[in-house]
């Protein structure tokens, strides 16, 4: 079966410091890799996706993952966050089509 | 384009009773998933209609859960008799297509057995 971590509940970073929020997911196949947001009391919104290609993605708000497939990594990362980053981040794993397996998600804090 | 609606935001049960959810997805995606996260955990997959047949139901929790999709066009994710394990926050999503392409979630439903 899939699976997916993310070994931080939370992470703590200063605004315009560069954030990394790690995720590691199960080898199964050809991995289809997916970093969802939360914000308070809203749905989950499309970040990016990993399906083929260049290991460096680049997806909305200025946040990119880098796939690694010798680590088993897929980490979300941003050079220089904002106050308006934080929110709970998800990441996700599907071997194709949108039954994605989650982790249990990281709660980003940026502060001034 | 209006986003996937989710009613009611909030709900508090007592054991036993029933609570019916709804979800309104996007006009004109034939994909639609429901999936729930309990309090703190990973956001599990509970099953995905194209239009209005199921396409796989393999995260249902148990008998005590039924999804319908009418139509094609809206759902419902009955839970009868409601326990309180089933309290959580159940998430419908829906997508044009079942190829990767990114999933539209709603804004929750928070479901809380008492």
């Known amino acids: 079966a899939q699976s997916v971590a993310q070994p931080e509940d939370q992470v703590n970073v200063a605004e315009g410091n560069p954030l990394t929020v790690k995720c590691t997911y199960s080898?199964?196949?050809?991995?289809?890799l997916f970093w969802y947001v939360q914000y308070p009391n809203r749905g989950l919104q499309f970040l990016l996706k990993y399906i083929t290609g260049d290991n460096l993605v680049k997806g909305s708000y200025g946040f990119e993952a880098e796939f690694n497939k010798s680590q088993t990594s897929f980490h979300l990362k941003k050079p220089s966050a904002l106050v308006s980053d934080s929110a709970l981040y998800f990441c996700?794993?599907?071997?194709?089509?949108?039954?994605?397996?989650f982790g249990t998600g990281t709660q980003l804090k940026v502060e001034l | 384009e209006a986003g996937v609606t989710q009613f009611p935001s909030h709900s508090v049960i007592e054991k036993g009773q029933t609570v019916t959810l709804r979800c309104d997805p996007i006009?004109?995606?034939?994909?639609l998933y429901w999936y729930r996260r309990v309090m703190g955990k990973e956001i599990k997959f509970l099953l995905h209609f194209v239009k209005e047949s199921k396409q796989d139901e393999s995260g249902m929790p148990n008998n005590r859960f039924l999804a319908e999709r009418t139509g094609g066009t809206y759902s419902t994710l009955k839970v009868q008799p409601a326990e309180l394990e089933d309290s959580g926050v159940y998430f419908c999503a829906s997508s044009q297509d079942n190829r990767n392409s990114p999933l539209h979630f709603g804004n929750g439903t928070r479901l809380t057995v008492t």
């Open positions: 006009s004109g995606h034939d994909n």
């Open positions: 080898v199964s196949g050809n991995p289809y």
């Open positions: 996700g794993q599907t071997g194709g089509g949108n039954k994605l397996t």
